[in-house]
């Protein structure tokens, strides 16, 4: 139960975010999880997309450096620390975190996270022993 993640490169100019956001709108495909990071010239952006195979042909057609990678999207247990109950089980089976950020919207009221980790397999496996629900492709259909 992995989810599709598109990571783009962009430029660090601005409009350049936009400009994708607008190509991807006008093929109906919607974002429903996005993290953004720059640097001195190029801006990396990870998002979860409803469509993340048509989004990716999508903006490669418009000649965007796309790259499309495994990761893990998982509830956080309503309670205080409860992004514990998934950091905590990880870090004890020595998976590294390379990166994490939450969805727009929600299933239901839990918050969901986005997992890139360096050993997928493993730290599904050690969150489901864990008890934490890991979402798979109803992520795509979140409203």
Known sequence: MVVKQLSVMLGNVPGSFA??????ASEDISTKA???GSAAE???VRMVVNDPDRAAAL???FNFNVEITPVLAVEVPLHAGGINAILKPLSKADINILYL???INRIGKETILILGVDKIAAAREVLEQNWIHIIGDDIYSIP
């Open 34 to 36: 996005v993290s953004a």
């Open 59 to 61: 903006l490669t057609s």
């Open 42 to 44: 190029n801006s990396m």
């Open 101 to 103: 950020y939450t969805t």
């Open 19 to 24: 400009r994708m956001t607008h190509i991807l």
